[in-house]
């Protein structure tokens, strides 16, 4: 190897260092992880012009009180779009590293082009493509509408070009398009490499934070949904939004998985159209739409997505097994939970589901963790078991302990309030909950302690 050179060994997955490569990275205990990549090795320290300017702006650093630190929420620059509005916590925060995940196709540059297009009336935008040319990013704005001339592109992939152009031009808001794409000269790595990603992340930040400049970054994902490089990218980054739902269906839902200037339980709801993404701001009809009448198996229950109830149609189909071992599916949902639930239903319902065949889908492709949903599950799984129909104006909500108990949920008002707006007439949520609920005219609210009083109540 050459004088000045070592090798390194990073884990594709976190980012781990290693001077020697391992079988399983001891960070995340991903197996075959690990690529060989060549860094400079550097000159001794202390005795580079590097160093000694080092010496001196470390001299001329000042230190601030945190009480004389002044900080404005009134700064944020609206979108014009509330579905992202809410997502980002009220808007883009001037200096931010905003990263955006998702498959591909599935409208993370059009999003952004709708937002460049939005705020370029008053505003300077710099988008810089390292995959497209502009005749195509023009192609896909036809579609939009007319942009002001205040949005400029810039298809170019080297570092030290575009940090050239985004020092002089001073935009207030930049795009980067894919974060993959870009490269650094000092680096000998390739493009998408754990090292190039890191250093164009880096580089990205340092102009984010000294010039005041609010920066998107596109990345792509990996086969199992993460952000393809190291995890570290999403360590350094402000705020990271993933992008959620098939990329052949319509709809499309941004989450927050990470945001240092607001919460991470918000999320945006998009339907794809020919003219780009449309917000979706009743959420809840829309994923109820399309709802079987008269069906065993479906029940409408409440999730909490932050401070908005989306009502969402579970759906159960439990069959007779064929074969020595049943089987069971969950899509939307934690396979393990359903397990649980159906066990729980076996101990303290007597239900004879061992030999059964189950199979659980949330309703629009939305994923759900909330534990609030399990009522909705176990009433689902049961109106399939006993061929039975739910009311379709019933809507239940509640979490199931192993003693077949339901719990408390959070926000039970909002939840009731929700389903009364569209249309439901009877409520059924935990007992514990009723005293948070406040009468609401036109809807029965009834409050069951077990799973027992639920499944005689429906």
């Known amino acids: 190897m050459a004088k000045g050179k070592k090798s390194v060994f990073f884990c594709q997955n976190c980012g781990h260092e290693e001077a020697k490569w391992l079988g399983q990275c001891p960070m995340c205990g991903e197996w075959n992880t690990f690529v060989e990549e060549k860094l400079d090795s550097g000159i001794t320290k202390g005795t580079t012009a590097a160093a000694r300017a080092v010496r001196e702006s470390v001299r001329g650093a000042k230190i601030v009180p945190l009480t004389e630190v002044t900080a404005d929420d009134k700064v944020r620059c609206r979108t014009g779009i509330k579905e992202l509005d809410r997502v980002l916590g009220g808007g883009i925060v001037p200096g931010s590293l905003v990263l955006v995940g998702g498959d591909p196709g599935i409208g993370k540059s059009t999003l952004l082009l709708q937002v460049c297009r939005r705020l370029a009336s008053d505003r300077k935008i710099l988008y810089i493509s390292g995959e497209e040319s502009q005749a195509q990013i023009k192609l896909r704005a036809n579609r939009m509408g007319d942009f002001s001339a205040n949005l400029y592109l810039l298809c170019e992939t080297n570092l030290d070009i575009i940090r050239g152009v985004i020092e002089k031009e001073k935009p207030e808001l930049v795009i980067i398009d894919s974060i993959q794409t870009m490269y ?16 164009s992340t880096n580089l990205f930040m340092q102009l984010a934070k000294g010039l005041c400049i609010s920066i998107f970054i596109v990345g792509h994902v990996t086969k199992e949904g993460t952000v393809a490089g190291p995890r570290v990218l999403e360590h350094m980054v402000d705020t990271v939004l993933y992008f959620e739902g098939d990329r052949h269906a319509s709809y499309r839902i941004l989450r927050a998985v990470k945001n240092r200037f607001g919460s991470t339980n918000e999320i945006g709801v998009f339907e794809m159209q020919q003219n780009g993404l449309v917000e979706v701001e009743n959420p809840s009809e829309y994923m109820l739409s399309g709802r079987p009448e008269n069906a065993s198996g479906s029940v409408v229950t409440c999730s909490m997505e932050g401070t908005r109830p989306i009502l969402i149609e579970i759906q159960a189909l439990v069959c007779q097994s064929n074969f020595g071992m049943p089987r069971r599916t969950a899509a939307g949902t934690d396979y393990n939970r359903v397990n649980l639930l159906m066990a729980v239903l076996e101990k303290r319902l007597g239900m004879a589901l061992g030999n059964s065949d189950a199979y659980i889908n949330i309703a629009g492709g939305i994923r759900l963790s909330e534990p609030a949903i399990d009522l909705g599950i176990v009433m689902a799984i049961v109106s399939s078991f006993r061929n039975r129909p739910v009311d379709e104006k ?14 408390a949920v959070n926000m039970p008002e909002q939840r009731v309030a929700e389903a009364k707006k569209l249309g439901f007439e009877t409520c059924i949520l935990p007992a514990v909950s009723l005293k948070m609920v406040k009468a609401i005219e036109g809807i029965r609210l009834v409050g069951v302690k077990n799973i027992g009083d639920a499944v005689r109540e429906i």
């Open 394 to 407: 019933t809507i239940v909500f509640g979490e199931v302990g192993l003693s077949g108990e339901v719990r």
């Open 184 to 199: 650094s000269e000092d680096v000998s790595s390739a493009p998408g490499s754990v090292s190039q990603v890191r250093e």
